[in-house]
């Protein structure tokens, strides 16, 4: 058996970790967005609350739209849309899979 370094969490699934982190770590920063406009420059800090609000509402908007038993393509550039939008569908997918 392998000796452990640190002592570290175990998660069964990516819910787990994902709540986990907003809980651990909600005012720590999870991103940090570049918006520009024109030659001024400005940063918006999204905290890991914020980040894991943000999943539920789209979560919430995908329900709504009838995406409970669908699937998701996730096309795009990389970019905090993208990346919530892929943690909103693991989550979803998670949801409905372990309710079955």
Do not use: P, Q
Not at 27 to 32: K, Y
Not at 41 to 69: A, C, H, V
């Amino acid at each position: 058996m392998r000796e452990r370094y640190f002592e570290a969490t175990e998660f069964e699934n990516i819910k787990g970790i994902i709540y986990n982190s907003a809980k651990k770590y909600e005012n720590n920063i999870a991103f940090i967005l570049k918006h520009k406009k024109e030659k001024e420059i400005e940063y918006e800090n999204i905290t890991y609350k914020e980040l894991l609000d943000e999943i539920n509402s789209l979560g919430t908007k995908f329900f709504d739209l009838g995406y409970k038993d669908k699937r998701i393509a996730i096309v795009g550039r990389n970019s905090y849309g993208w990346a919530l939008t892929h943690l909103t569908n693991m989550l979803r997918w998670y949801c409905f899979c372990s309710t079955r």
